[in-house]
């Protein structure tokens, strides 16, 4: 995906999105009048004055079908907490989710935690929910990776339903492949300056998204809310996508040379 289209006929710059880019991320890189193609938030580039954006819902949208899987086993549970990345790591409390998951253990058969691989290695970060008997899984690296989206989806799949105690991608990837989800455990803070703690962002998502709540989860998977959130509406038909982003025929070799770069 591309943020910006070429001038004068040169190719356009790419970058590799695994999952997809804030526009609070990239605004910064961008000039006065040059196009963003946003992933999801419209509404947010809008907001900060970027009134030239085109929707183009997120990358996982335009993956093609899975993989015949056979079921996931009856009553399997995936947690996914909130984790950074390799630029914004943030501290999380594990020994803190790891025995608020223990009163979901009447509810579920068994239940397996999905670190970010950096935590994954950590073995103490393991033991938290390993020392409980919780199993622990990772999807591996997601920069420099472009098989990541589809081992993240082969992972999610293979659980009936999964929880996260913050609303985010992969939770949503969840919802929208039609996989029961809620939303608990004990805030996390990603936004250093503002919400450390994390309760603003559960007091939001809470409000935002009551359906979701563990209090009212019935079982039953939110897909239309998923692929709202993830941006369905917006995804554009291959010839669509190669309009919108000017990859004409004369500019192909000089952009697959950029993406191999």
């Given amino acids: 995906l591309a943020e910006k289209p070429p001038r004068d006929h040169e190719p356009l710059g790419v970058d590799v999105v695994e999952h997809g ?5 990239v605004a910064h890189r961008l000039a006065d009048g040059d196009p963003v193609f946003a992933l999801v938030e419209v509404d947010i580039a ?3 004055g970027l009134d030239h954006v085109a929707a183009l819902g997120a990358p996982f949208l335009y993956l093609p079908p899975p993989p015949a899987l056979p079921p996931p086993p009856a009553a399997s549970l995936l947690a996914m907490p ?15 989710y790891a025995q608020a998951l223990v009163a979901l253990r009447p509810h579920f058969r068994s239940i397996a935690v999905c670190l970010y691989w950096f935590d994954y290695q950590d073995a103490a970060n393991r033991a938290h929910f390993e020392s409980l008997g919780f199993g622990v899984v990772t999807a591996g690296h997601r920069d420099g990776n472009p098989q990541f989206l589809h081992d993240l989806r082969k992972l999610i799949l293979g659980y009936e339903t999964m929880t996260t105690n913050r609303a985010q991608t992969g939770f949503f990837y969840a919802l929208a492949m039609g996989r029961p989800g809620f939303l608990f455990g004990p805030p996390a803070g990603v936004e250093g300056w503002i919400d450390p703690s994390g309760h603003l962002f559960a007091a939001w998502q809470a409000q935002q998204f009551p359906s979701l709540t563990w209090d009212k989860f019935d079982g039953m998977a939110q897909v239309e809310l998923a692929q709202a959130e993830l941006g369905a509406q917006h995804v554009l038909s291959p010839a669509g996508l190669r309009e919108r982003l000017l990859w004409q025929p004369d500019q192909q070799m000089a952009l697959a040379s950029t993406v191999q770069a």
């Fill in 46 to 48: 809008e907001a900060m």
């Fill in 21 to 25: 880019e804030a526009v609070g991320e």
């Fill in 82 to 96: 909130v984790h950074g990345w390799e630029r914004q790591r943030i501290a999380v409390d594990f020994a803190a």
